[in-house]
């Protein structure tokens, strides 16, 4: 895809300074472009670079005035960063706007598709699918039967959508991703062995939720697995049946989440935190990174540690954690004084 500096500056309602028929079909750093790239400057620190990149297009503020020559045709706009994030969506939107079913894959007759769907090769859509408008479902994809998916939502290469899971409109799915997979219930025998508990719930997954690749959601034991609208989940998150996670909730990579814990809105979870089973976490909750989580959390409170307590508790501690040898030097000494 090929854009000249005119087109690019009425998406961005900018003016053009230079070639107006410059054209670019590629993105890049300012310093690393080359003729064909569009970039753009926002950072003083990157200044020296438009002087000698060789990138065909550069966005700048309104407010840039150069010192030197440039090559390059500028496109002015009020936020040059804020533009050039406009320009990446509108790019990436372009980029997987695919539409029409590749062959070889499976589309069950019963399944029902809304306009502009695009369904890759080598996919697999199960009976009683219903899927909305603009939905993209990459290849080697599995969509189990009595899905729903919303409008506008992607299902990237190699994710599994099991049976009875509902998704919906505006949502991303990563690459690898399985929601709906059993969750981890076994009832002990008197034997030592274990029966497998049947896990009959399902996974609900709310509005312009994003859920990083490699992610793990486990359908409910009865009910359903629930994430709320505006979630932001990273890579390799384990989230376990019966769990809630309330909306605008973002959780880092490789946090573990067990079954039939209740998390609130606004929350934000550090990576490689683990959260025990059947807790309630209020809202605004901060967790630092690699924190255990083993009771139930207020509103509003920042933790850190494993077991993990308050935040500037833990930050006071810390320090007298680090000079425990010495204190326990001093005690010692301390000792031989008194007696």
Do not use: W
């Not at 990579?253 to 550090?270: L, P, R, V, Y």
């Amino acid at each position: 895809m090929k854009f000249t500096a005119e087109q690019i500056a009425g998406i961005l309602e900018g003016e053009v300074v230079g070639n107006p028929n410059a054209t670019v079909s590629m993105l890049s750093k300012i310093e690393e472009g080359t003729e064909g790239c569009l970039t753009f400057l926002s950072n003083p620190k990157y200044t020296n670079y438009i002087y000698d990149t060789k990138a065909s297009i550069v966005i700048v503020n309104n407010t840039f005035v150069p010192d030197n020559e440039i090559s390059t045709t500028l496109i002015k706009v009020e936020d040059a960063y804020g533009a050039f994030a406009k320009i990446l969506e509108f790019y990436n939107q372009a980029k997987n706007n695919k539409a029409g079913i590749e062959v070889p894959c499976v589309l069950s007759e019963s399944a029902k598709y809304g306009s502009n769907f695009y369904l890759g090769s080598f996919s697999y859509v199960g009976e009683n699918v219903i899927i909305g408008n603009n939905v993209k479902i990459y290849p080697n994809s599995f969509i189990g039967d009595n899905v729903k998916i919303g409008d506008n939502t992607v299902i990237f290469a190699g994710a599994k959508i099991l049976s009875e899971t509902e998704i919906g409109n505006n949502c991303n799915i990563y690459p690898g991703t399985t929601i709906g997979a059993d969750g981890f219930g076994f009832a002990p025998n008197p034997d030592g062995t274990y029966s497998k508990i049947p896990q009959i719930g399902n996974v609900l997954i709310e509005d312009n939720v994003d859920i990083g690749a490699c992610t793990t959601i486990d359908r409910a034991t009865m009910g359903s697995t629930i994430i709320r609208k505006g979630v932001k989940l990273d890579n390799q998150i384990q989230i376990a049946h019966n769990v809630e996670i309330g909306e605008n909730t973002v959780i880092a990579a490789q946090t573990g989440i067990a079954g039939s814990t209740k998390i609130g809105k606004n929350c934000m979870i550090g990576g490689q935190v683990g959260i025990a089973g059947h807790l309630i976490i209020g809202d605004n909750v901060r967790i630092q990174a690699q924190s255990g989580v083993g009771k139930n959390i207020k509103d509003n409170e920042v933790l850190q540690g494993s077991p993990s307590f308050g935040y500037s508790e833990y930050s006071k501690s810390y320090v007298h954690f680090r000079n425990l040898p010495k204190i326990v030097t001093e005690i010692e000494e301390l000792k031989k004084i008194i007696k």
